[in-house]
């Protein structure tokens, strides 16, 4: 029963399902996206640390254009 006390016809729970099942897709492919961007920062902040040799490392992650990478895909949704 619903909230209201009258049962859901067949059609409304099959609607319902759908609904939520189409939901919990597009938070699969958003919580993907996520990961792939998590990714993308973990192997950008690694290379920038491995070719700065541990000088001047903080210098070279205050640049804009180094500080936020993922820009970009965020742009593309």
Do not use: D, F
Not at 3 to 24: C, D, H, Q, Y
Request: glycine letters at 12%.
């Amino acid at each position: 029963e619903s909230l209201s006390g009258t049962p859901l016809t067949m059609s409304a729970r099959i609607s319902a399902l759908n609904i939520v099942g189409e939901l919990l897709r597009k938070v699969g492919n958003l919580e993907s996206k996520l990961a792939s961007c998590r990714e993308y920062v973990h192997e950008q902040t690694a290379n920038r640390r491995g070719h700065a040799g541990g000088q001047g490392a903080a210098s070279g992650q205050n640049s804009s254009s180094e500080t936020h990478p993922t820009n970009g895909l965020y742009n593309k949704g």
